[in-house]
């Protein structure tokens, strides 16, 4: 292949009716599937602080002694850059620098390890309007278990990008265990989260994959939040408010565990190792039916 950027068109898998109604997805090839860690895949509302909470949850379960593999996927591959202080060469940019050929690939090629000893990837993705984000997640999975990279892995997060607006994004799904929501307590968000719970239950009709929980970020107030919970059968696992420090951990381009001790950094650092303690902990997971969109607009607000 050329290295024109133009990605190799992912072979479709037949349509299944648990992945929605008229839906046409690139499915995983089984031999593909993580077995040996727990996999988490981290979606919500664009800028909602996915990364931030991806980064500092891998952190802290790194401090506990877990192995961690954090796996950004989004086209601004900036997932990583606070466990890594810098921007790492995406997948994609290093398959093309091999003319696609990965048996040349070395494991430190697109492996970077970051604060506590996470490691790191960045998937990339395709150029505006020319591939697909799942033919980029699958590729990345492929190259992590012929380096055998996920035998010695306890925890995998999934950094996704945004709202599930295509087959593409969802695809971490088909590798996850549990799919956690970062939402705000406004209407987008929760609106955004809606979708989410629907991509999930359609994916859980095929994979392993179930809901673990919603995580409440830049919130002082929950209670738009509550409100959704309750309706769809949620809880919320870990709530951050609005804190400067979190801010401020990004700019500094480090985790909150980097920081300088301060009583509200402490607060945050105990808040993501209460997060890193309930994703560890045995859960069937939700299985919850979403609104349509009326009922989420008649639902939220204040009376």
């Known amino acids: 292949m050329s290295t024109s950027g133009v990605l190799p068109i992912a072979k479709k ?4 009716a648990g992945d929605g109604e008229g839906s046409l997805q690139v499915h995983m090839d089984p031999s593909d599937q993580i077995d040996n860690a727990l996999v988490l895949a981290v979606y919500g509302k664009g800028g909602i602080g996915k990364s931030t909470t991806s980064s500092n949850l891998s952190a802290a379960l790194a401090l506990m002694g877990k192995r961690v593999l954090q796996v950004g996927c989004d086209p601004k591959h900036d997932s990583t850059f606070t466990l ?17 050929h990965t048996e040349e690939l070395r494991t430190e090629d697109f492996v970077y390890e970051g604060f506590a000893g996470v490691m790191c990837v960045e998937t990339g993705g395709p150029p505006a309007g020319t ?5 980029v997640v ?3 999975v492929k190259l992590l278990k012929q380096h055998h990279l996920l035998e010695d892995t306890d925890v995998v997060i999934f950094d996704v990008l945004g709202d599930v607006v295509c087959g ?7 590798h996850a265990d549990r799919a956690l929501i970062v939402t705000a307590n406004d209407f987008d968000s929760i609106f955004a989260m809606n979708r989410i719970v629907a991509a999930i239950r359609a994916k859980s009709a095929n994979y392993k994959v179930r809901l673990g929980g919603v995580i409440a970020n830049r919130s002082d107030d929950t209670d738009q939040i509550d409100k959704f919970n309750t309706r769809v059968g949620l809880d919320t696992m870990a709530v951050f408010p ?7 951990s990004r700019l500094k381009k480090c ?3 980097e920081m300088e001790d301060t009583e509200e950094v402490r607060q945050v650092q105990d808040a993501y190792r209460g997060l890193a303690t309930a994703v560890l902990r045995e859960h069937e997971g939700y299985d919850c039916e979403p609104l ?4 989420i607009f008649n639902l939220l607000g204040f009376d």
């Not at 890594?84 to 696609?100: G, H, N, S």
């Not at 591939?131 to 033919?135: A, E, L, P, Q, R």
């Open 13 to 16: 898998g037949s349509t299944s």
């Open 242 to 248: 609005m804190v400067d420090a979190i801010r401020r």
């Open 168 to 174: 593409g994004f969802a695809a971490p799904l088909q």
């Open 255 to 257: 985790t909150l565990f």
């Open 292 to 295: 349509d969109d009326n009922e």
């Open 138 to 140: 699958g590729q990345t």
């Open 131 to 135: 591939g697909c984000g799942g033919y």
């Open 84 to 100: 890594t202080k810098r921007m790492v060469p995406t997948v994609i940019e290093t398959l093309a620098e091999v003319d696609f």
